[in-house]
Each structure stands twice: as structure tokens, then as C-alpha cells.
């Protein structure tokens, strides 16, 4: 049997029963109260039946945290049967359930916070049109946000999920820590490069010691970044180095990398061949897992991707538009890329992607 549908085991002895990965993908589409809709259920359950581990959609950890409308939280305890509800209905499948935990920052939309600071590093607005400029935290306020993670992983655990993924990517919080664009400030937590790692650094500890405290299972912690920045300043590639051998040191489970292609090269030098993988594997070595994201699409694709040195293959895309297109690839059948009944989406969810639909065809995906 090929590699990619062999199962694979963490170093905590958790077992997958492949060596594919639902990426994490918002729905838009929780309750009006937060918690996880009848939809929602009925997507997980139907993403959960051939893939080895499902990464929810990021989930908000505090009422702060929260950067888009119809987010699923997991803020306190009142929110414990949704994130149960979620959980079971990936298990239900036969896949391991990760919860992606989130913390919008700057990111978060406007309009969820009218009359009410947005909260980020720094005060420092993000460069997109519709964000406003933030307040920036203050100090005992950032150990309210790590204290947020903890009570967020505490519920993980209750819900009996089997690992947490901690977003530091895409721009928001965490990643806006670690940014010299976006953190920019002069006390504990920045504006030199060990110092804008703090934040993350106490995080993976703490995680670490409420796992070991808590959790009665294998439970994993990943850690999502996104490698580079294209704002001056922002996140070079060495920045990014100097993070994954952070995390790989403190024995983090995975690196999940987020980048728009699996074989993404340098977009801050342009003139840089090497692939990014590449320069992260040389660092990591096997020190811990790499998760790939972007654009796999193939059994070729998935050869390159371990080739590469990744150990396992996130699909986001390809997921969505059809909850058969795991069986198809082990079939050597082609993907299915149209939008459509059978895609079995929260309505919220295939609304928004249609709004995207001109941009979605540039990758071969239609609609019905
Ligand atoms: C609808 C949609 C929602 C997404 N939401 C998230 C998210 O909540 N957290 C995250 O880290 N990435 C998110 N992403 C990025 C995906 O995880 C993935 O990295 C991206 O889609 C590239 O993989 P693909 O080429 O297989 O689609 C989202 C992508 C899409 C299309």
C-alpha cells in the first residue's frame, strides 16, 4: 500500500489511520450563540469517514477573540456540549479530532466590537482596508489571552478531543506577537526577536503542562505558522527558522505550515529558488512532524509532499468541494472541483465560497 494510506503514529503514541489531514477551515456558520450548528455536525461528520485527522475550523477562545461572525468559541464552560458535539462527530468517522484554537488580534472584525476595543500587540492597524487600529494590550492583559489558550485546551480535554492546534498563522494573534510589524512593543513581550517569541514560548509550556496534568489519552499540541510576511517590516525566513527550532526544542507534536502551495518558495525574495520546506527541514530535521498545506491535489502531488520531507498531507480545497474525494484519490480517480449538492457544505460556508467564485476557477474549481 502507498505510504500516504498507511497509518501513522505520533511520538505520544497517538495512531492515524492515514497520512491525510482535513486543513482547518472556518464555516462561518456556528449558532448565533457560538456553539456548533446542526450543519456543522452533519459537514464534520461527512469530512470524517477516510481521513486519518480533522483540524477543526479555528475556534475562538475568549469573547475577545472572536474575528468572525458565526465563529464556533470555546470560551468557557457553557460551551463544553458543542465542542463535545464536534468532537464526536469526527470520532464517529474513524478520524482524530484536532481543535484549532484561535485569537483574532487586529484581525478581528469591526463590526463584532462596536463601542469595544479590539485588542492586539501593539496599536498598530493592520494593512487591510477594513481593519481599525487596535489598543494595545496591556501587559497583565496578555497573561489573561495565555490563561484564555489554557482554559480552552482544559475544555479540549473534556470534550475528549485528541490534540489542540495552536493557530499561529494567517495574521492573527499569535502570529501578530512573533511580527516585528505588528508587535512593537518594549516590555517582556517584544521588540527584539527572543522577546516577540515570549508570548509563544510561554504558551507551548503551559499547554505542555495542562496536557500532562489533564489529559488521560494521547493528546496532542501543534503549532500553525505562517513561514513569511510581506509587509517591511514583517516575518523574514530566518525569523521562521528561529521559530521551528523554538518549537522542534520544545517538543512541540507538529509544524503545521501554512502556505498557499506545499512547494512554496521565498515571497519576500523573489530571486530565492530554495524551497521553503526545504530550508525548514534542514533546521528541523526529525525533530518532530511537518504537516503540508496548499494545492495537493494528486497522488503525485502526495508523493512530492513526502519526498519533500513532510509527514503529513493537510487538503483544504479539495475537502470541501467533495467529501469523497479522499476515497477517489485512494482510487486513483481524478478530484472532484465542482461546488454542489453533494459537497454537503454549511450554507453559510458555500455562500461564502461562492462569493469567491472567480478566483476559485483560477484553481479549476466550478459551481452548480
Ligand atoms: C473556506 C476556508 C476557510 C479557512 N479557514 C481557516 C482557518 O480557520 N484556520 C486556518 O488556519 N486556515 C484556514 N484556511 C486555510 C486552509 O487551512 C488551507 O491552508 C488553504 O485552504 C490551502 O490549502 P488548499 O490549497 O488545499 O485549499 C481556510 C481556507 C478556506 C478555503
Known sequence: MEKVFRSFIFNNGLSLKNRLVLAPMTTYSSNDDLTLSDEEEVYYKSRSKDIGLVITAAVAVSKNAQ???NQISIRDERYLESIKRLVKAINEGGSKAVIQLHHGGRMNQPNLYPNQDIVAPSSIKASREYAVTPRELRNSEVYDII?????????????????????????YLLQQFFSPNSNQRIDEFGPTLNKRYKFIDILVRRSQEVIKKYATKPFILGYRLSPEELEEPGITI??????????????VDYIHLSTSSYNATSIRNTSDNELIISKIKKVVANRTVIIGVGR?????????VFNLGYDLAALGLPMLANPNNVKRLENNENLIKEFNKESILPSKMFNTLKSWEEGLKQRGYTFK
Open 238 to 251: 530566518d525569523d521562521t527558522l528561529y521559530l521551528v527550532d523554538n518549537l522542534a526544542k520544545a517538543k
Open 296 to 304: 495537493i491535489e494528486s497522488k503525485e502531488d502526495i508523493e512530492d
Open 147 to 171: 490563561d484564555a489558550f489554557i482554559n480552552a485546551i482544559k475544555l479540549s480535554i473534556k470534550a475528549g478531543a485528541d490534540g489542540v492546534e495552536l493557530h499561529g498563522a494567517n495574521t
Open 67 to 69: 474575528a468572525f461572525k
